[in-house]
């Protein structure tokens, strides 16, 4: 069967890159001719020099420093993810209208969106396999995720039209199956992010550092300095007085002053290689900490924003780690744990990745 893709595959963003590869891999190892459709709306590459300033919003200062840095790093980390795309990614012609989307989707027997937050409802509608009345491939939906439960309710129509034409329908966590589920009587499965269901051993990549041992931290909200510093001393007086890494995330870079190296130009490979090699991760990405399950690093999650929140929270129940995610004063005691290892939350994971897998062959077998 040949299959178009349709995710975030552009975003210099290390989980939307690998969630990109994991499903087209997975996909093609169940048989099938996998394309992922090269949609990229306009604006949806990079911004223009004069934007992303805030100045009408009144936070210039903070983020000029942002957006300064951005602009400073944005060549190397930008080439960093264009190679690992040009290696992994089996790319569709491009396109940007709603029209050319629905030109190219013409040649798929089946087209897939997700994983990642593709639901939001600001985005675009061709996120929505909005392919028009006259495509006769099947319509299905993996790992969706809505980002958060604040969604725009003038888009209600749009929305309830767009899944009446889905074929199968699955989220990623439970708060998109209520939100979805509002708006549809059709079936809905949760199940698990891509990055689950596959190995990462060949896009493994070393980034060479000047230490053997390290704290890895990865963040992408904003921090308040008191509260990191407190949250690093905490790991250090588990882990012992190692350097700190700190990976910059491009669409969002911040220089912590607890970092004793940034790094700005890692490509996804190296982002996994990272993670797999540090002694603790300190993170909020929901990625992040699927993939130190994956290597068995210990970590902790710390989530300061409320929509960012949701997704840790979802999957830590789901999976039992409830003690490596946290916000607020939890950390302090979460962070002082003794590491246990994974052996139970690796058994949910594979009952799950196995029960998701099975989804995709059933919804493709229709």
């Not at 700190?246 to 870079?253: D, F, G, H, L």
């Not at 790094?263 to 990405?285: C, E, H, R």
């Amino acid at each position: 069967m040949k299959i178009g893709l349709i995710t975030f595959h552009y975003n210099n963003n290390f989980g939307a890159a690998l969630q990109c590869y994991a499903l087209q891999k997975v996909l093609k190892e169940l048989g099938h001719d996998v394309e992922i459709i090269d949609y990229i709306p306009k604006g949806g590459e990079k911004l223009p020099f004069w934007k992303g300033w805030n100045i009408r919003g009144g936070g210039f200062r903070k983020k000029a420093r942002q957006r300064l840095l951005q602009l400073r790093y944005q060549k190397v980390a930008g080439e960093a993810f264009s190679g690992f795309r040009k290696k992994y990614f089996t790319l569709s012609e491009r396109c940007i209208t709603l029209d050319e989307f629905r030109k190219v989707g013409e040649k798929y027997d089946a087209v897939i969106c997700g994983s990642d937050q593709v639901w939001v409802f600001d985005r675009p509608s061709p996120y929505f396999l909005d392919l028009g009345n006259d495509f006769e491939g099947l319509r299905i939906s993996y790992a969706a995720c809505c980002g958060h439960d604040r969604q725009r309710k003038d888009k209600d129509d749009d929305i309830v039209n767009l899944l009446e034409q889905f074929d199968q329908i699955s989220v990623r966590n439970n708060f998109s199956r209520d939100i979805i589920s509002s708006f549809t009587e059709k079936q809905i499965s949760v199940v698990a992010d891509p990055t689950l269901l596959v190995d990462f051993d060949s896009v493994l990549q070393e980034y060479r550092l000047p230490y053997e041992n390290y704290i890895l931290m990865y963040s992408l909200s904003s921090d308040a300095e008191v509260r990191q510093r407190k949250l690093i001393e905490l790991i250090k007086k588990k882990v012992g007085n190692l350097p700190v890494v700190s990976i910059v995330a491009n669409s969002c870079p911040r220089k912590s002053k607890v970092a004793d190296l940034h790094i700005f130009d890692a490509s996804p490979g190296q982002w996994v290689w990272l993670i797999k090699n540090a002694s603790y991760v300190y993170t909020d990405s929901f990625h992040g900490a699927l993939f130190c399950i994956k290597y068995d690093r210990d970590f902790y999650a710390d989530y300061k924003e409320a929509w960012r929140a949701l997704r840790l929270l979802d999957v830590a129940e789901r999976y039992d780690f409830q003690s490596h995610v946290g916000g607020g004063d939890e950390a302090v005691n979460k962070i002082g744990t003794p590491y246990k290892g994974y052996d139970s939350c690796k058994r949910l994971i594979c009952q799950h990745a196995e029960e998701s897998v099975q989804f995709l062959k059933g919804s493709l077998m229709q």
